[in-house]
């Protein structure tokens, strides 16, 4: 017994001797104590007490936010009528077809307290009728002021007996990557439903050369033309689209900014249709071969492949194969961005564009022009307003030249000729050129009148 325990206090001797040779000449210090003045920690810590809230989301206060935008926020019923099929008996016994009503819903934000109230055009597109019901329950039979499809943004109008709660809209360009937001819609017919996350990208195209703010707030059906706001209760954007396999929210949606949504507004109010202030320039097309194989898919801004004729571009001085890198102190990385700012501006706005110009920065200044080129319904040929150029060339002071055509027409050879008369109406310019072929039918007879670069006059009937 007195040797095992001999041995025991041996063993613990030896073992105490070991660790203490280990501590001593092998095991390397993994922290070490830095006096204040003398060092810094490789990592270090903002040194802040943390709140009473928190840290992270809880100190973000959604609530006035929510507050001011769900009462400003309102659900948008669109009634339409469609006709059902044909039936036998119908062609032998002359019974007319039923109408049909369908209900299509989402949202809208009340942006006066006289009534008018923004949303998506695709959420009242070819209504038969249309229904705001506000967050206290009542209801308004609403009018369509104006739409404008390219932008999706409508303009209504309910007739109200007091002031109604509204948003004030909010600068857009202003809005940071990573700032919360809230969206507020009416999904699935669940009215003043508030949802928050952050901005996650500005400036999407979406490939419609348009420019989306992005946010990963919840955004499902019927949440089409609801605010997104800052965390101030400003507008910044109306939600417009997600991006799902199912239809339903999977952490894209996308909303148009508010810069865009208010000048669109205010052009429909003044004018009755959207302004389009244009610089008259064609981009590259960055991701083609030929652009990669120049190296163009790594530039940082707007390549100009080509300058429009009589366009503020054009007199400015910009050439093609200058790159846009800056436009009114806006950086301009890509395309989108670049669309996205001219969006907010009219026809005879002035703006400075920087470009670089074989490495060199220069600055010209821009009086942006109406549009001049515009595809015609119907047919699909695209038509520009005549130049001082091409009334000499051909010889007349009215008309729209032909630029471009679907390939089914290719046989006609229509390209670069002049469009005159319509059916024997005169025509002026793109305006009058599309209210009279919006007039046309597909399945009718049509005959243009048409003058070439000889100035001969030549006559197609398309039946």
Do not use: C
């Not at 100190?59 to 006709?83: G, M, Q, W």
């Not at 319509?422 to 003058?451: H, Q």
């Amino acid at each position: 017994m007195k040797r095992i325990a001999n041995l025991l206090l041996v063993s613990v001797f030896a073992g105490a001797i070991t660790l203490g040779a280990y501590k001593l000449f092998f095991e390397k210090d993994t922290y070490k104590w830095v006096a204040e003045n003398q060092e810094t920690p490789f990592i270090s810590t903002s040194g802040l007490t943390a709140s009473a809230k928190g840290a992270g989301i809880n100190e973000v206060d959604f609530t006035i936010a929510a507050e001011k935008t769900v009462n400003a926020v309102v659900h948008v019923k669109n009634v339409t009528l469609n006709k059902g099929s044909n039936s036998i008996a119908d062609f032998f016994y002359g019974f007319e077809r039923q109408q049909t009503p369908q209900v299509g819903t989402g949202s809208g934000v009340i942006i006066s307290p006289d009534g008018y109230i923004v949303t998506n055009n695709h959420v009242i597109a070819k209504a038969s009728q249309l229904e705001i019901t506000l967050n206290n329950n009542k209801t308004y039979d609403a009018t369509v002021i104006g739409a404008d499809a390219s932008s999706d943004i409508a303009l209504l109008k309910i007739d109200v007996e007091k002031a109604l709660p509204y948003l004030a809209f909010g600068d857009s360009d202003n809005a940071k990557i990573g700032e919360w937001v809230l969206a507020v819609g009416n999904p699935f017919s669940l009215t003043s439903t508030v949802t928050a996350g952050i901005v996650s990208a500005k400036a999407r195209s979406l490939g419609r050369n348009q420019s989306f703010i992005q946010t990963d707030a919840a955004v499902n059906p019927g949440n089409s033309g609801g605010a997104l706001v800052n965390t101030n209760g400003d507008l910044i954007g109306i939600n417009t689209a997600i991006t799902s396999q199912t239809g339903s929210y999977v952490g894209y949606s996308f909303a148009v900014p508010s810069n865009i949504a208010k000048k669109v507004v205010e052009d429909i109010m003044e004018f009755g249709n959207v302004q389009r202030g244009l610089l008259g320039i064609s981009a590259a097309n960055v991701n083609s071969r030929q652009a990669i194989e120049m190296g163009l898919n790594e530039i940082e801004g707007v390549y100009i492949s080509q300058i429009e004729e009589d366009s503020g571009a054009e007199a400015a001085g910009l050439q093609s194969g200058d790159i846009i890198k800056k436009v009114d102190n806006v950086l301009v990385r890509k395309f989108s961005e670049l669309t996205g700012y001219l969006s907010s501006k009219r026809p005879d706005d002035t703006i400075e564009v920087v470009v670089d110009r074989d490495g060199k920065r220069i600055t010209k200044k821009v009086t942006l022009k109406k549009q001049q080129t515009v595809q015609l319904p119907t047919v699909g040929f695209t038509v520009k307003n005549l130049s001082k150029k091409d009334k000499k060339t051909y010889g007349v002071s009215k008309g729209v030249k032909i630029t471009d055509v679907p390939e089914g027409y290719n046989r006609y050879d229509l390209k670069n000729k002049v469009i005159t008369e319509v059916d024997d109406k005169p025509i002026s310019n793109i305006e009058d050129a599309k209210e009279l072929f919006d007039e046309i039918s597909r399945y009718g007879r049509t005959s243009f009148t048409m003058i070439n670069e000889k100035g001969e006059k030549e006559r197609l009937i398309l039946q």
